[in-house]
């Protein structure tokens, strides 16, 4: 005890947040994992994985292991240190975001004045590691896959930063905490409906999802960035792909949704993260549908829709929001 | 301007279109048939090999007159036929089907007389060599053993 009672206390919490949210990170991968193939056997009217454990639950697991116990294959003439780098710029970062959302009201790592742009910067991070891996896999088909992903984020991310902004406008803050605590009466969801889909659409595009997935377009690109990895370092992607998605709608949830805020739970303070959670998840749902529901998005028509109607839309949004604030 | 926001509003509608389609088969059953484990009913009218009909007793309906042999387009029937003591008609002594020519046109069942051979409602034959599909089908009428492994 003489030992620990020597340790600061910020320090004790510092790596107990860490340590959560790296087992957060990889069982909330496995989760989402097997929703998404379990939901895609649904929606087609299949069963989805069965065969491993009940209901196919150990499916994701298995898988894990297989990745794991296979062996790294690298190509000729690959950018050699960058090509093994890039899964783990992919990775890395995805802890951070975890560590600035408030889940419920004592339950957040740290509480940043600027917990939103943070939470931004981070979620771009993955696009590095995506042209990263184009780029040093020496193939056509994963350089054209980090291009189109590059040029689909840049275009993306404007009228996300402009969503972001309308609601900052209302709130006067960047911490993520004092945005759920306005959002006490009402959800900004109700106020700023065009801003939330804006943003939802926006950051489905962000995370290369279906049906903006085109940096992996398996009908035109084999895999698309991915095309050269195997074993862990692919399955390091699919983590960081899903773990982005997660937080993409845990920013969602706290931007539009209310966060925490909810019907009272009699378990005590954390407890309202269950409501953070349901409304995450939903949002995971309603990702999932999309994918399983829409075609894929030509290259041209994507950055149509972004240049010609999201950004514009988001733009008299703001405007609007701006003016709105001012005179009441 | 009006296509600007007629394509905005198509649009809108054909995603929403599309999300009721998949919600409708969310909660559709499940038509996926878990196959080793489920098996779904032969239709009628499906074509398996070609088996020989039993009679009451058991024993095979032909008469070994041979008109499904010399009828057969690929001639993969071998029949022969003997009366042995106490039998009334003749029977089949051997029935082979070479089941790698066969092409399941039915004439055997159709110029029999006795209506004795027919289509199994087999579909799940397999093996590792082509002999293993020249079939015994007497053998094949007393026992299961002789014939390639169902899958």
Not at chain 1, 252 to 262: A, Q, R, Y
Not at chain 1, 269 to 277: A, K, L, P, R
């Amino acid at each position: 005890m003489d030992l620990l009672s020597n340790i600061p206390p910020h320090l004790i919490r510092m790596v107990i947040a860490v340590v959560v949210v790296l087992g957060f990170v990889f069982a909330n991968a496995t989760v989402l994992g097997y929703l998404e193939r379990k939901l895609a056997g649904r929606f087609q009217r299949r069963l989805g994985p069965m065969e491993v454990g009940w209901q196919g639950i150990l499916q994701m697991p298995v898988d894990g292991i297989k990745l794991i116990a296979k062996q790294l294959i690298a190509p000729d003439n690959v950018a050699g240190a960058l090509f093994y780098l890039a899964p783990l710029v992919a990775l890395s970062p995805v802890a951070l975001p975890f560590l600035v959302i408030p889940f419920a009201p004592g339950l957040q790592a740290i509480d940043l004045d600027i917990g939103v742009i943070f939470l931004l910067a981070m979620i771009s991070f993955n696009t590095v590691a995506v042209f990263l891996a184009g780029w040093s896999s020496n193939n056509n088909y994963s350089m054209i896959g980090a291009i189109r992903a590059v040029a689909q984020n840049i275009a993306y991310e404007i009228p996300i930063l402009l969503c972001v902004l309308a609601v900052v406008l209302m709130t006067s803050s960047f911490s993520m905490r004092s945005i759920i605590e306005a959002q006490k009466n009402i959800w900004f969801i109700l106020l700023q409906p065009l801003a939330f889909i804006i943003m939802f659409i926006c950051s489905m595009a962000e995370t290369n999802r279906s049906p903006f997935d085109l940096p992996e377009a398996e009908s035109e690109l084999t895999a698309g960035f991915h095309t050269e990895y195997c074993g862990i370092a692919f399955s390091l992607f699919m983590i960081a792909e899903y773990s982005y998605m997660f937080v993409n709608c845990c920013l969602i949830t706290t931007l539009f949704l209310g966060g925490w805020k909810g019907m009272p739970l009699p378990l005590g303070e954390y407890s309202s993260c269950i409501w953070f959670f349901i409304k995450a998840y939903l949002l995971m749902f309603i990702i999932v549908w999309c994918r399983w529901t829409f075609p894929r998005v030509r290259f041209d028509q994507l950055m149509n829709f972004a240049w010609k109607y999201l950004i514009p839309f988001s733009l008299i949004n703001l405007l609007l929001t701006a003016i709105l604030v001012k005179l009441l | 301007m009006k296509k600007y926001f007629g394509d905005l509003i198509t649009g809108a509608k054909s995603l929403m279109a599309g999300f009721a389609v998949t919600a409708r088969a969310l909660v559709s059953p499940v038509v996926t048939v878990q196959y080793p484990r489920e098996k779904i009913a032969v239709p009628k009218g499906h074509r398996g090999h070609p088996y020989l009909v039993p009679d009451e007793t058991g024993r095979p309906k032909c008469i070994a007159c041979g008109s499904c042999m010399r009828l057969c387009p690929s001639q993969c029937i071998t029949v022969q036929g003997e009366k042995k003591e106490g039998d009334k008609r003749k029977y089949p002594s051997a029935f082979i089907v070479d089941y790698t020519r066969c092409s399941l046109c039915g004439t055997c069942s159709e110029a029999c007389p006795v209506a004795a051979i027919e289509y199994s409602d087999e579909y799940g034959l397999a093996g590792f060599t082509s002999g293993e599909f020249v079939l015994d089908l007497l053998h094949d009428l007393s026992m299961k053993e002789n014939t390639p492994q169902v899958y």
